[in-house]
């Protein structure tokens, strides 16, 4: 998803993240299985969701520098090759 280099993100480490699951509110084990995962995992927690045909998954960062994408040398070179 958003590879982080981590040489820069393990020495900022005060960038915040935020991640959930949205499952059917109406699906049982979907909701379990959810609920095993925040227990796992504190940072994704779980929202039922009226949508009944889908699983939504967000994670995102929250105030990290551009200089900890992985592939930012990537974007430079195609930047200046243009």
């Known amino acids: 998803m958003f590879p982080v280099n981590p040489s820069v993100s393990d020495r900022l480490g005060g960038y915040g993240k935020i991640a959930f699951i949205s499952v059917p509110d109406q699906c049982d084990p979907l909701q379990k299985a959810a609920d095993s ?31 900890a994408y992985e592939l930012l040398t990537d974007l430079e070179e195609e930047y200046f090759t243009r």
């Open 37 to 67: 995962q925040f227990r796992l995992d504190k940072l994704h927690q779980t929202k039922p969701s009226g949508l009944q045909d889908r699983i939504y998954i967000m994670s995102s960062y929250c105030g990290m520098p551009l200089s």
